[in-house]
């Protein structure tokens, strides 16, 4: 069951973020690279967003390496929902959770 915008103000979420729980979660279908680091975000209800990955691309982080637009462009959704991408593409994610760098549904539909 869903919870109230107030409610979710009450426990410290800002304003946007607790309007989008107090909506209930969007399922995200797609995530499509751009050329220019950002992602057309696409959700269950055929919503489509755009999310700049641009900010999170630093060095010494562990976005770093998807400066690289051929690493970029291996993003996919995993079955947690979230926007993921392999570090090692010949490694399964699913059976080495350190491979993946992932972005939340959550901090997506937020931001967006």
Known sequence: MSK???F???KGFDPKMASYFALGRKKLL???PNKN???TITFENDEKRIFDVKPYIKENTIFEQL???DNFKRVYIDDSNNVCWDK???IDSEIEWNN???LSSAAIAVSL
């Open 88 to 90: 090692n593409p010949e």
């Open 67 to 69: 400066a690289d637009f």
């Open 8 to 10: 979710y103000l009450s």
């Open 4 to 6: 109230s915008v107030e």
């Open 37 to 39: 680091f950002t992602l």
């Open 30 to 32: 797609s995530a499509m």
């Open 100 to 102: 993946k760098i992932d």
